[in-house]
């Protein structure tokens, strides 16, 4: 593979690359940047300035501790036992003095990230949920695993930058100290130091290099290995059932291949890496001996001096060889950078979708009624025409059934009515949102109690007794008594059957009473006494709703029949609209 290889999406933007290019500290910086021009900025500030402190402190204690052991050094070797206890307590006031500074810094270090993690997550979340960017994510497959990016990089990152930028602000500091230390006692070894640690920078850097991708991949293939296995773990029933276990299996197999694959690359970079990395450190330790030892043995320096410069050098060394020895992480880091920055950017693009400029379905909000003016739906490609020239209005006495073929984007149409479909033309007027409630064929069912459950998403406090009313109405008056109560929380969509789960929706419309409803094949799991209960309490309220299904049950429920056809022609041969029946 050609080391300089980028990753691509779908709309060929740079994923990945495994350099620390222009693009990298783009993204970084986008992602840094929002935290701290934000409201918690005083208290990060104030975090990061303590934190400096403490660690400017803890160089200059480094610095002051290579002058006490060369003095302690140098008391041995004159045998001065006056001296020597006089600097051992010296050296015992600096352990003390340290190790206040040891364990206060992590601490506030751990405190600044979990702030700027929290703040973080809150932002991903709800930039994840506007404008139902997630929707668009997943219906495009623009990013994979975001709930990983969310609940793993997110952490990674942030910890991450407070933990490099205060080692890069520390080996500054560090280098600059102990390079004039070790200046003071010899120029020719400071010079040394300074073209080793450039040369085994750029090497590490080429060996490297390749690591940002593979960590980028090995990221993504252990999410969606996870991915599967949850799927598995979800749908347990259903492959019993298919008795599908050998296939899922297989399955299962080709995705975690794909782990130990790339891992068995990644393994191998890193020896490759690492051999250098064990290499370059090892012989750093010998150069100040080479450099020194003549002058040492000569008698221009005492032992002392002699142990003061082989410190100070290893220190520096560690300083200017930041990138040397912490390659590997860098390399993990700059993945996490981009999983987050490819997300972030994918969110954004989501929530203002502009690929096909005014090739869109043009969607008003506000109005008295739901009405569909000359709409079409096209297929996400653009390739094939869905529905064509389709318009009715729905007022707010009307009930209007959707019928029609399967394949006859029955389904799509209530995605365009909610702003999900825009592939296409035409004009829809609705009202907002909150007068609008759209119901599913397979219900969405929250993780909370059924109180909640019942209440989702606008219904607000409702008394126990409304509930219970409204639970009796639907037939589910039992299921508080089964599972404890309204408040008990369980995982509801395992529990319930799904006809249950279709009639606790029809609950939530009965509580929610918007002015509007779009029922997508809302009865399907119900027997026909069931759903005509359901459609004869729902005729109760002040509720014009549009239902989509096949049932000829239906009909008598609706005041308008709409027959979709199948479109199977090329969009530019279409001129029909669909039939309207009383």
Not at 216 to 240: G, S, W
Not at 250 to 255: E, I, T
Not at 364 to 379: K, N
Not at 544 to 562: D, M, P, Q
Request: aromatic share 10%; with cysteine.
């Amino acid at each position: 593979m050609n080391t300089n290889a980028l990753l691509h999406d779908g709309a060929d933007r740079v994923i990945a690359s495994d350099r620390f290019d222009r693009v990298f500290w783009k993204r970084l910086w986008r992602l840094v940047r929002p935290y701290w021009s934000s409201e918690r900025r005083p208290r990060a500030f104030a975090l990061i300035t303590a934190m400096t402190v403490l660690s400017l402190a803890a160089v200059g204690m480094q610095a002051v501790f290579s002058y006490v052991s060369r003095d302690l050094m140098n008391a041995l070797q004159a045998k001065d036992s006056a001296r020597f206890y006089h600097l051992l307590t010296l050296f015992v006031v600096w352990i003390v003095v340290f190790v206040p500074i040891a364990a206060v810094y992590p601490y506030l270090t751990r405190l600044l990230g979990i702030d700027w993690r929290e703040w973080t997550t809150d932002t991903f979340v709800r930039k994840m949920l506007r404008h139902n960017s997630l929707y668009h994510i997943m219906r495009d497959h623009t990013v994979d695993n975001p709930d990983q990016r969310i609940s793993e990089d997110v952490n990674s990152f942030t910890s991450g930058a407070l933990n490099y930028s205060m080692t890069v602000l520390q080996a500054i500091v560090t280098a600059m100290t102990f390079f004039g230390i070790l200046w003071a006692i010899s120029r020719s070894l400071a010079l040394s130091l300074i073209g080793y640690a450039l040369a085994g920078t750029w090497l590490a850097i080429i060996i490297g290099r390749r690591l940002v991708v593979i960590n980028f991949n090995q990221q993504r293939f252990e999410a969606d290995y996870r991915f599967a296995l949850v799927h598995a773990r979800d749908n347990a029933e259903a492959i019993a059932l298919y008795d599908g276990a050998r296939d899922e299996a297989a399955q299962l197999d080709r995705r975690f291949a794909r782990v130990v694959s790339n891992f068995k690359l990644l393994i191998l970079w890193q020896r490759h890496l690492a051999l250098y990395t064990a290499a370059f450190d090892s012989a750093a330790g010998l150069v100040p001996y080479f450099v020194l030892a003549g002058a040492y043995f000569s008698g221009h320096f005492q032992l002392g001096e002699f142990t003061q410069a082989a410190y100070a050098f290893s220190v520096l060394q560690s300083s200017l060889s930041l990138v040397v020895n912490q390659f590997q992480a860098l390399t993990e880091y700059a993945s996490v950078v981009n999983r987050l920055a490819v997300f972030d950017e994918a969110c954004e693009n989501a929530a203002g979708d502009q690929r096909r400029g005014d090739r869109q379905i043009e969607l008003v909000e506000g109005g008295a009624q739901v009405s569909l003016e000359d709409v079409t739906l096209m297929t996400p490609d653009w390739s094939r025409a869905l529905q064509q020239h389709v318009s009715f209005s729905l007022g707010q006495s009307d009930r209007i059934l959707l019928s029609g073929p399967t394949g006859a984007a029955k389904t799509s149409l209530m995605r365009a009515i909610a702003g999900l479909w825009s592939f296409g033309s035409g004009r829809i007027l609705r009202p907002s949102r909150e007068e609008i409630m759209f119901m599913p064929q397979k219900p969405y069912l929250i993780l909370g109690s059924l109180r909640q459950q019942m209440q989702y998403p606008h219904a607000g406090e409702v008394s126990s007794e409304t509930l219970m009313e409204v639970l009796r109405e639907v037939d589910l008056a039992y299921l508080p008594e089964h599972f404890a109560g309204l408040d008990a929380e369980v995982h509801w969509a395992d529990v319930l059957s799904g006809g249950e789960q279709q009639r606790l929706a029809f609950a939530r419309l009965l509580l929610n009473r918007p002015r509007f409803a779009i029922l997508d094949e809302a009865t399907s799991a119900l027997d026909g006494d069931s759903e005509e209960r359901l459609y004869t309490r729902l005729a109760r309220e002040p509720i014009a709703f549009i239902s989509i299904g096949h049932r000829a049950s239906l009909h008598k429920f609706h005041n308008e029949v709409i027959e979709l056809p199948l479109v199977l022609e090329p969009a530019s041969e279409l001129s029909d609209a669909p039939t309207t029946t009383a």
